[in-house]
C-alpha cells in the first residue's frame, strides 16, 4: 500500500468570530431558552409551548443554515471560527474557557442536528398530538437539541463533556417519556447506567489529557500530541473509544439501544438514529490527531466496529419489532462509521459522510415507522402489518426511499456513502474490505424484509386497525426526508464537496486497493441484491405467519439481542450483586458487630456497675476508705 | 517529747473516726466522727510542722478549721431538714437517690 495522496490533518488557525458567526451562542441559546420557557412556565404554556419549540430550533436551522453560506464564501484554511463567552473554569495553571469552535466538522453537524431536528420537531406536532404531555415532550427535545449544539460546538473537551451529559440526560428523559409504562422506565434507566460506563471513559480520557498536555482545548492537545508518548496516547483514545461505545450503542456497551425504544418514535429518529448516537463517531474523528498516533486505539476501534456491523444485522434481520429491527440497523450503521474513523485518514471523511447520509435516510426511516405506527394503533409488530402501500401511499413512498438509500442502490445517498466506506476498507486491508461487503448484503436481507413484511404482501391486521395515512404535519417531514435520501449523497460528493471539505479537519489519503473500483462496486452491488432477494423470496412470496416460527438458533439469540442482556447480567449484575451482599454481610457483621459489640459490652458492664450506686451513704464512703487505703498501699508499695 | 508520737496519735485517732463514719447510723454521731478524722489531719499537719521546723503545717491547720466550721454549718442543716422530713437522722433511711 503506497499513499497516493497523503494529507494528515494540520491544525487550523482559528480566527476569532465577526458577523453572523458571533451569533454561536444564540444557535445555542435559542433550543435552550425554549426548554427553560417549556419546562419552567408549566401549564401555562401548554398552549404554545409545541409551537415555540418549533420555532426556537427552526431558528437555529436558519441562523445555521446562514452561517454555512458564510463559510463556504470564506478561504478553506480560515474556516474555523471561534468564539469565547467567558472564562469559565479558572484554576492555578488550568484554565477552560465557554469558548466554542466552528470549524467545517462543526458544521456539518450543526446543520445535520438543526435541520434534522427541526423536520422533527415539526413531525412531532402530528405525532404527540393527543399526547396530554407534549408541552414537556417539546421541552425535553429542546434541551436535547441544545446539548448536542454543546457537544459539537465546544472548543475543549470539558464543554464537550457538558454537551455529552446533557445529551445523555435528554435521552433518558425522552426514552422514558411514558414513563407510566415500567418497561419505558427501565429501558430509560438502562441507557442512563450503560451510557454512565462510557462517560467515566469520556472523564478519565479528560483527566489524563490535562495531565499529559496541561490543558483540554482542542487547539492545545492535538497540536501537542506528537509529544506524548504513543502508550499514552492510545491510552486516552482507547479510553476515548469506551466513551464512544457508550453513546453510539457499540460492543460491548450496545445493550441500551435496543430497550430505548420504548421512548416515542420521534425521539427514536432524532436521538437514537440520527444524532446522538452518532456522538462517538464524532468524538473520535474530532480526536484523529490522537488515533493517527496511536495504532492500537485505532485497530481496536475497527475491530468494535466490525463486531457491532454484525450485530447489529443479525438482530435487525431477526425482530419483529419495526422499532427494534431499525434500531439494529442503526448499531449497525454506526457500526460502518466506527469503522471508518478507525481506519484513520482514509476513512475519517466518510465516516462523517455516512454520518450525515444515515442521519438523513434513518431519521426517515423511523419517522416512517412511525406513521406506520400512528396508522396501525400504535402496534409495532410487523407480522401484524402487511399490505399497507395502498393504505398510506406517501409514507410508502418516502419508506422506500430511505430502503434503498439504507440498502445502498445508486443514486440514493446511502450508495455513495457506504461504498466509499467499502473502498476505504479494501484501501486497509482486503479482509475488512470483504466483510463490509457481507454486512452489506445482510443489510440488503433485513431492510428487503422489513418493507415486505410492511408493505407487501398479505394484510395481517388486527381486527380494530384501520390503516389511514398520517396527517400533512407528519408527512411533509417525511417527503423533505425522503428527497434528503435520494439526494443528498449525491449533492454532498459533487454540489458540496465533502472530501475537500473535511480534509482542512481530518484529513485525507488514498491508498491503492487489491481490486480496481469498479469490481468494488459490483460486488458490492450484487451481494446487496443478493441480500435483498433472498428477503424478498423470504417474506414477500412466502405468507408470513402471525405467530413468529421457532427460527434457527441464531435468530432466537438475535431476538435476546444475541445475549447482550444475559452478558451483562452474568459478567456485570450478578458479580456486583454477589459482592454487594458479602459487602453487606461484613458490614452487618463484622463492622456492625464490633461497633454493636462495643456498645453492648459498655451497655451492659455499666447495667451491673451501677447496681453500686446503692443510695446508701455509708456504702459510698466504705469506697472511698477503701479507695484512699488501695492508694496509700500503693504508695507504700512503690516507695519500697 | 518525740513528735513521730503525735503522727501515730493522730493516725489511731483518723481510724478511729474513720471506723465510726462507716458503723455508725446517726447522722449526729457520723458527723461527729467526721470532725475527728478532720482534727486527726490537723494533728498531722502540726506534727510535721514541729518536725520539718516551718510553719506551713499550722497555717493550713487554720485553712482546715475555717472549711470544717463552714461544713459543720451546711451539714447540720442538712441534718435538720432530713430530722424534719423524717423524724429520724439515721443515714440509711435517706436512701432514694440510687440505680
Not at chain 1, 441544545?146 to 440526560?169: K, P, Q, R, S
Not at chain 1, 434513518?362 to 419517522?367: C, E, M, Q, S
Not at chain 1, 451483562?568 to 454487594?580: E, Q, T
Amino acid at each position: 500500500m503506497s499513499p497516493l495522496v497523503l494529507s494528515s490533518a494540520t491544525l487550523q488557525e482559528v480566527t476569532p468570530a465577526t458577523g453572523v458567526f458571533s451569533l454561536i451562542a444564540l444557535l445555542i441559546g435559542l433550543p435552550l431558552l425554549g426548554a427553560a420557557v417549556l419546562l419552567l412556565g408549566g401549564r401555562r404554556t401548554n398552549k404554545w409551548g409545541p409551537y415555540l419549540g418549533v420555532l426556537t430550533v427552526g431558528t437555529s436551522a436558519v441562523i445555521a443554515i446562514v452561517m454555512l453560506v458564510k463559510l463556504m464564501a470564506l478561504p478553506s484554511e480560515s474556516r474555523a471560527i471561534g468564539e469565547s463567552l467567558y472564562s469559565w473554569v479558572f484554576a492555578g495553571g488550568f484554565q477552560v474557557d465557554l469558548a466554542f469552535q466552528l470549524d467545517q466538522l462543526s458544521m456539518v453537524f450543526v446543520l445535520l442536528i438543526t435541520i434534522v431536528g427541526t423536520l422533527i420537531h415539526i413531525y412531532s406536532l402530528g405525532y404527540m398530538s393527543h399526547d396530554k404531555d407534549k408541552r414537556k415532550f417539546f421541552g425535553y427535545l429542546n434541551l436535547f437539541v441544545a446539548a448536542m449544539l454543546i457537544l459539537v460546538l465546544a472548543n475543549n473537551f470539558l464543554l464537550l463533556y457538558v454537551g455529552w451529559e446533557g445529551v445523555g440526560l435528554a435521552s433518558y428523559l425522552l426514552i422514558g417519556f411514558w414513563q407510566f409504562k415500567p418497561s419505558a422506565a427501565a429501558a430509560a434507566k438502562k441507557a442512563f447506567v450503560i451510557n454512565r460506563v462510557g462517560d467515566v471513559g469520556l472523564s478519565l480520557a479528560i483527566m489524563l489529557m490535562f495531565v499529559t498536555f496541561g490543558s483540554v482545548t482542542f487547539s492545545d492537545v492535538f497540536g501537542s500530541a506528537s509529544q506524548a508518548s504513543e502508550g499514552t496516547l492510545t491510552a486516552i483514545g482507547l479510553l476515548l473509544l469506551l466513551a464512544a461505545c457508550g453513546k453510539s450503542a457499540q460492543f460491548p456497551l450496545q445493550a441500551w439501544l435496543l430497550d430505548a425504544m420504548e421512548g416515542p418514535t420521534p425521539v427514536s429518529a432524532l436521538i437514537h438514529a440520527a444524532t446522538m448516537v452518532t456522538a462517538g463517531v464524532y468524538l473520535i474523528a474530532r480526536s484523529n490527531a490522537i488515533f493517527d498516533r496511536a495504532v492500537w486505539a485505532a485497530t481496536a476501534v475497527i475491530i468494535v466496529g466490525l463486531i457491532t456491523i454484525f450485530m447489529g444485522a443479525t438482530i435487525g434481520s431477526a425482530k419483529d419489532d419495526i422499532k427494534k429491527s431499525l434500531a439494529g440497523s442503526t448499531m449497525s450503521q454506526i457500526g460502518y462509521m466506527v469503522l471508518a474513523v478507525g481506519l484513520g485518514p482514509i476513512g475519517y471523511v466518510f465516516a462523517i459522510f455516512h454520518l450525515l447520509t444515515h442521519g438523513v435516510f434513518k431519521a426517515g426511516l423511523f419517522l416512517g415507522a412511525g406513521s406506520v405506527m400512528h396508522g396501525m394503533n400504535d402496534n409495532v409488530n410487523m407480522r401484524r402489518y402487511g399490505a399497507l402501500r395502498g393504505a398510506m401511499g406517501i409514507t410508502f413512498v418516502t419508506f422506500m426511499a430511505g430502503y434503498l438509500a439504507i440498502i445502498g442502490i445508486p443514486p440514493f445517498a446511502g450508495y455513495w456513502s457506504k461504498d466509499s466506506i467499502v473502498h476505504a476498507a479494501f484501501e486497509k486491508s482486503t479482509l475488512i474490505g470483504v466483510l463490509t461487503i457481507i454486512a452489506a448484503g445482510i443489510t440488503g436481507f433485513y431492510m428487503t424484509r422489513m418493507v415486505a413484511m410492511t408493505f407487501f404482501g398479505k394484510a395481517r391486521w388486527e381486527d380494530d386497525a384501520h390503516p389511514h395515512e398520517s396527517p400533512k404535519v407528519m408527512t411533509i417531514p417525511l417527503i423533505i426526508l425522503a428527497i434528503g435520501s435520494t439526494f443528498l449523497g449525491l449533492a454532498l460528493l459533487f454540489w458540496g464537496n465533502i472530501k475537500t471539505w473535511l480534509e482542512p479537519v481530518l484529513g485525507l489519503t488514498e491508498a491503492e486497493t487489491a481490486l480496481p473500483e469498479l469490481a468494488i462496486i459490483i460486488i458490492t452491488l450484487s451481494v446487496v441484491i443478493i441480500g435483498a432477494i433472498i428477503g424478498w423470496v423470504m417474506y414477500a412470496r412466502r405468507a408470513v405467519p402471525i405467530e413468529a416460527p421457532r427460527g434457527s438458533w441464531l435468530t432466537r439469540a438475535a431476538r435476546q439481542d444475541l445475549y447482550g442482556d444475559a452478558v451483562n447480567d452474568a459478567l456485570v449484575v450478578r458479580p456486583s450483586y454477589h459482592l454487594a451482599r458479602v459487602l453487606n454481610w461484613f458490614d452487618s457483621r463484622a463492622v456492625d458487630g464490633f461497633v454493636n459489640g462495643t456498645a453492648a459490652f459498655v451497655g451492659g458492664a455499666s447495667g451491673r456497675m451501677r447496681k453500686y450506686q446503692s443510695g446508701f451513704a455509708r456504702s459510698y464512703a466504705l469506697s472511698m476508705v477503701g479507695g484512699a487505703v488501695i492508694v496509700v498501699l500503693a504508695l507504700v508499695l512503690v516507695r519500697l | 517529747m518525740n513528735p513521730a508520737n503525735y503522727v501515730i496519735l493522730s493516725a489511731v485517732l483518723f481510724s478511729l473516726g474513720a471506723v465510726g463514719v462507716l458503723v455508725r447510723r446517726n447522722a449526729i454521731v457520723v458527723f461527729m466522727c467526721v470532725e475527728l478524722m478532720l482534727n486527726a489531719a490537723n494533728l498531722a499537719f502540726v506534727a510535721f510542722s514541729k518536725i520539718n521546723g516551718n510553719l506551713d503545717g499550722q497555717v493550713i491547720a487554720f485553712f482546715v478549721m475555717v472549711v470544717a466550721a463552714a461544713e459543720v454549718v451546711v451539714g447540720l442543716a442538712i441534718i435538720v431538714q432530713i430530722f424534719r422530713t423524717r423524724r429520724s437522722v439515721s443515714i440509711d433511711e435517706p436512701n432514694l437517690l440510687k440505680y
